[in-house]
């Protein structure tokens, strides 16, 4: 059965304390705000192709979604200095970010001692930027989105980019024919030598597609995160017709995911369908499952080998030459980590092309980060489930418990692809990720019972009396000077 939610959701009728004895609506709407400025950037990171950067940079740092994202975490940080600007009340983001970026930091500073290279230097810097980025997009998220309605316009932007970003990779699948090789935007350059194409797999006739990102396995964990929040969308969408467009993009998004042909974000979709399976009803279950069934059917039908390379990707595991190199990765980390446990060779050291590909995030941080930096990647998607649990219980709406519901589904598939490939090293999956995080810890605070802490509204820093009397006194001084240094001119009347 269909559900809908409600045009006004009750706590944007809950008005903000802005001042002392004054409060402001929570549905007040601007043009510009933190939610336009985060959809701008899910834009730049989803349907600009990956390849394409600003000149004289690199593919990490040189996008323009990192570019803007990297703006935004500086204006929360500034924000954080400003006594009108700070968002008041506790969130427990803060203190899993502020626990991760010291433990990069920490990474950072062993690299440093220990003697980098050139290559290896500016691979910790562009690391340790691209981390601010990743952090800095989340807490903007979390503390930044004025309310509910906007918190659904940014989920609705989410799934509409999903849709188009998947229906970019069929087009690629049924024609063979790149359209991302015809997207150019003025001002950016190709990273690439060529545009990346498309690739045998298994030696049938069929090709992987990466649709605008920058591998196969980034485009299918991209879809996978994003399906859950589609299939929301298409449960409780504001109006019919939004309902109806969130469901074609669920099945534009469930069948971009077979095309990518990578076992990472088939894992991502069953472990994702696990968790909100738990949450959702019987006959949520049934439905999802006939409407599973109905798409691989027609999957069947128009690409009759598709599941039969499907099958044998997790069949045939024992002569994959793919798991064998993943494999084989045990031993020469054991021997890195060995050299350094607790700090690791720090962050964006382990180059490829110098060392090896190392297809596990898991494995990356813990020869670049160490133990401490490895727990605090661990203690980052925890706290992020813990956050939504948290908004779960206390919810009293079913769209809201849903929608927490997908967002623990989003955290458990994160952790379960970063042992597939290196995840954090691919910025669209990694803005994604943090905008999905970062929704996370709004909801925390949407739901919170304390007015003050669910308000987005800021309140000046308490001071004493006596500070803001000398504070005054100092600021009507210094008019007065300036005041003085002003030269006087006299008015002559012409007749």
């Known amino acids: 059965m269909t559900t809908t939610a409600a045009p006004v959701h009750p706590l944007d009728l809950d008005p903000s304390l802005v001042e002392r004895q004054t409060y402001a609506t929570r549905r007040r709407r601007h043009l510009v705000d933190i939610t336009a400025l985060l959809g701008v950037t899910l834009f730049l990171a989803v349907l600009i192709p990956a390849d394409l950067v600003v000149p004289q940079l690199t593919v990490g740092i040189g996008r323009p979604a990192s570019i803007l994202g ?32 010291t433990a990069i930091l920490l990474a950072y500073a062993a690299g440093q001692l220990r003697g980098l290279t050139t290559i290896e230097a500016g691979g910790a810097d562009r690391a340790l930027i691209s981390t601010v980025v990743f952090l800095g997009v989340a807490l903007v998220c979390a503390d930044g989105v004025p309310n509910r309605s906007r918190l659904d316009d940014l989920l609705r932007l989410v ?27 003025p001002g950016l350059v190709s990273s690439r030598d060529e545009v990346l194409g498309f690739r045998d797999r298994g030696g049938t006739d069929l090709v992987r597609v990466a649709s605008t990102a920058a591998h196969y396995i980034e485009f299918s964990t991209v879809m996978a995160m994003v399906l859950p929040f589609a299939i929301h969308l298409a449960r409780f969408g504001p109006s019919r017709l939004s309902r109806q467009l ?12 077979p095309v990518t042909l990578s076992r990472s974000g088939i894992l991502a979709v069953f472990a994702g369908l696990l968790v909100l399976g738990y949450f959702w009803t019987w006959r949520m279950r049934f439905n999802i499952g ?6 691989l059917s027609t999957i069947m039908l128009v690409r009759p080998g598709l599941l039969g390379t499907i099958r044998s990707l997790f069949t045939n595991l024992g002569n994959d030459p793919s798991v064998e190199t993943r494999t084989d990765d045990y031993e020469t980390v054991g021997a890195y980590l060995a050299e350094r446990p607790w700090f690791g060779r720090g962050p964006g050291t382990f180059i490829p092309t110098v060392y090896r590909f190392l297809d596990n995030e898991w494995l990356m941080h813990l020869i ?19 956050l939504a649990a948290a908004a779960y219980r ?27 490939f290196d995840a954090m090293s691919f910025t669209t999956h990694t803005t994604v990720l943090a905008v999905l995080s970062g929704v996370a810890g709004a909801m925390w605070r949407f739901t919170h019972p304390a007015r003050q802490v669910r308000s987005a509204a800021v309140l000046p820093l308490p001071r004493p009396r006596w500070v803001r009397s000398w504070l005054s006194a100092q600021v009507w001084a210094r008019l007065r000077a300036w005041r003085d240094r002003q030269p006087r001119t006299s008015v002559v009347e012409v007749r």
């Open 159 to 185: 799934v509409w980019l999903g849709g188009a970003m998947g229906g970019i990779g069929l087009i690629q699948f049924a024609f063979r024919f790149n359209i991302v090789a015809l997207i150019q935007v």
């Open 368 to 386: 670049t980060a160490g133990y401490l930096g490895t727990a605090a990647f661990a203690a980052w998607h925890l706290t992020v489930i813990a």
């Open 246 to 257: 969130a469901g074609v993009a669920a099945v534009v998004i469930a069948s971009a995911i």
């Open 394 to 420: 206390r919810a009293t709406r079913a769209a809201d418990r849903h929608l927490c519901a997908c967002l623990i589904a989003v955290q458990v598939m994160a952790m379960l692809v970063a042992g597939t």
């Open 290 to 295: 006939v409407l599973g069934l109905g798409l």
């Open 70 to 101: 990297l703006g935004l975490a500086a204006g929360w940080m500034l924000a954080r200095f400003h006594p009108r600007l700070t968002v008041r009340g506790p969130q427990p983001l803060r203190w899993a970010a502020a626990a991760y970026l």
